[in-house]
């Protein structure tokens, strides 16, 4: 007896075979070949079987795996202005997963994809490089060409003033006046900055000649969140006092540190200028050979109130006028 396409379309078993065929593979299938061209008939059907209706659903949010490159190439160039390596790789991660999603989605997306149990962990991702990204967009490098009389009233909590007064000996290969010049001193900072990580000389002054004073503007950036601190530095060479110094004169060093965004610090700058004026007093007694009175000076190193004005001197920028 002949069955016709009626009677087969009839039958409640075939319609259900029919219904089901490509949600998941026949284990007993022989159809998929394994000759020439087999493997690519192989893994088109196994795609179909265990993706079927996910290649008819729309894409997710098509606008949004090109905007994650954007925001990726903006992150990275951004940090690697700011010399933050942690925000450098972010970026490099965020481009790279823009590329790879969108050149799956533009393929073929997988059921997981499709159903959207992947967009929570895209958008939180989207999310945390817009934060890092507005961060570097509000805070932009101001200009310094001395240090404040006092630090903001808004920012008291969130600045530090250290200030150290140690003796100019000669060094072993003085200059004209017999004394440590301020080339030597934006060596050691420089030398300082080199070896702290997110720490750029952003600019300072003079840069020739053989002044008795210099002003350094440094910025400091965090690890991951890239918060931005502006560091400035001022060293002055003064004539000594009747006493032991009146012939080799003293080294006046006065460090600011202060935050851009948010109100306190804790704590960061002032251990950030510790650090430096510690380092500067152990290149000074490297460089003058007076390695025995270290432990001294940095016993020396007092903290200024920072909404009171410096009573101090504050040489002046000559290129300012």
């Known amino acids: 007896m002949q069955i016709g396409p009626d009677c087969e379309s009839a039958s409640p078993r075939r319609r259900s075979m029919v219904r089901h065929r490509g949600k998941s593979p026949d284990v007993g299938d022989t159809s998929l070949e394994t000759g020439n061209g087999g493997y690519l008939a ?16 729309k894409p997710f949010h098509p606008t949004l795996l090109p905007l994650l490159g954007l925001l990726g190439a903006l992150q990275l160039w951004l940090a690697a202005e700011w010399g933050n390596p942690s925000g450098v790789a972010i970026g490099c991660c965020a481009v ?21 149990r992947g967009s929570g ?14 961060i570097r967009i509000a805070s932009p490098d101001p200009y310094y060409d001395r240090i404040p009389e006092t630090c903001a009233l808004a920012k008291a ?21 017999g004394r440590i010049a301020i080339q030597d001193i ?19 002054w ?6 008795t004073a210099m ?33 080799a004169g003293l080294v006046y060093i006065l460090g600011h540190s202060q935050l851009r965004i948010g109100k306190s610090d804790f704590g960061v700058n002032e251990a950030r200028l510790r650090n430096l004026l510690s380092d500067l007093l152990d290149d000074i007694a490297a460089l003058s050979g007076n390695g025995d009175d270290v432990q001294k000076w940095r016993a020396e190193i007092y903290g ?8 101090a001197k504050i040489p002046e920028n000559p290129l300012r006028h």
């Open 186 to 204: 934006a060596s050691m900072v420089q030398r300082w900055a080199a070896r702290q990580r997110g720490v750029t000389v952003l600019h300072q």
């Open 304 to 311: 200024l109130k920072g909404l009171r004005p410096i009573k």
């Open 121 to 134: 962990l895209l958008k939180g991702f989207v999310v945390l490089l817009g934060l890092l990204l507005l």
């Open 206 to 211: 003079p840069t020739v000649g053989s002044p």
């Open 157 to 177: 909590q969130g600045c530090s003033r250290l200030s150290v007064v140690v003796p100019n000996v000669p060094n072993p290969n003085p200059p004209p006046d």
């Open 96 to 116: 790279l997963l823009g590329l790879g999603l969108q050149l799956l989605q533009w393929g073929a997306r997988t059921r997981a994809w499709a159903d959207g």
């Open 215 to 247: 002003f350094m503007h440094l910025r400091a950036v965090s690890a991951f969140w890239g918060f931005a601190d502006d560091v400035l530095l001022t060293v002055e060479l003064r004539e000594g006092h009747k006493g032991e110094h009146a012939r």
């Open 42 to 57: 192989s893994f088109s059907k196994l795609s179909d079987a265990l993706h079927g209706d996910a290649l008819h659903r």
